[in-house]
């Protein structure tokens, strides 16, 4: 079994820059894809941003260019630099790993663990 925990979240001015992270416990982090979610009350989640267990990336159009996810297999952590945030940003983002790790899944239903989520809150 995988535990995930994001840290990291919190309030940020539009414009603004934050770092969230992602601690794995259990399993065997280095082989999987790890992603970043994010959700706002009423809609359903969506994939921001994946990594492959080789490093490959693949982030939303939403997020392109001020947005990058990143991976720390010794520390077992993933990581989400957000800069240059905007008010639409505002969301819960999880956590998520895929044990197909060579995939860069776009839907929920292929994700195999989740985090709890950790608040981000972009002020205009």
């Known amino acids: 079994q995988v535990q995930l925990v994001e840290s990291g979240g919190g309030l940020v001015q539009a414009g603004g820059s934050l770092r969230i992270s992602c601690a794995a416990s259990?399993?065997?982090?280095?082989?999987?894809?790890m992603a970043w979610f994010r959700q706002v009350p009423g809609k359903e989640r969506e994939l921001v941003a994946v990594?492959?267990?080789?490093?490959?990336?693949n982030h939303a159009v939403s997020v392109k260019g001020r947005f990058t996810i990143s991976r720390d297999n010794a520390k077992r952590t993933v990581f989400l630099q957000m800069n240059s945030l905007k008010p639409e940003d505002t969301a819960v983002y999880y956590c998520?790993?895929?044990?197909?790790?060579?995939?860069?899944?776009?839907?929920?239903?292929?994700?195999?663990?989740w985090g709890q989520g950790t608040q981000v809150t972009v002020s205009s």
């Open positions: 998520a790993a895929d044990r197909a790790g060579w995939a860069t899944h776009t839907r929920t239903i292929d994700y195999d663990f």
């Open positions: 259990g399993g065997t982090f280095g082989s999987y894809a």
């Open positions: 990594i492959t267990s080789a490093g490959s990336t």
